[in-house]
């Protein structure tokens, strides 16, 4: 079992970059998959980035070129650095934790542990 803790997010303007951490419990957070998903208000949760165990990463079209995912399994802690942030990228940002060491997926129901998530909100 692992326990996930966000932090870094807050108000930024246009353009801004914020960098979201999330760190984790456990000594086994190297052997799992683990996702950075996003919940804009009225809208489903969808993944933004990914990282395999392996370190092989996805980012969802509507943040590539803008955000990069990473993991430091020393540290326990897995990033998500935003760059060239837009009022579209406001929402609430959890990183969750897949406990399936294979091929990284992009549905939510297939992670198993959340972390509480962090507001992010980019004015105009």
């Known amino acids: 079992q692992v326990q996930l803790v966000e932090s870094g997010g807050g108000l930024v303007q246009t353009g801004g970059s914020l960098r979201l951490s999330c760190a984790a419990s456990?000594?086994?957070?190297?052997?799992?998959?683990m996702g950075w998903f996003r919940q804009a208000p009225g809208k489903e949760r969808e993944l933004v980035a990914g990282?395999?165990?392996?370190?092989?990463?996805y980012h969802a079209d509507s943040v590539k070129g803008r955000f990069t995912i990473s993991r430091d399994n020393a540290k326990n802690t897995l990033y998500l650095q935003m760059n060239s942030l837009k009022p579209e990228d406001t929402a609430i940002y959890y990183c969750?934790?897949?406990?399936?060491?294979?091929?990284?997926?992009?549905?939510?129901?297939?992670?198993?542990?959340w972390g509480q998530g962090t507001q992010v909100t980019v004015s105009s």
């Open positions: 990282i395999s165990s392996g370190g092989s990463t």
């Open positions: 456990g000594r086994t957070f190297g052997t799992y998959n």
């Open positions: 969750a934790a897949d406990n399936w060491a294979g091929v990284l997926r992009t549905q939510s129901r297939s992670y198993d542990y």
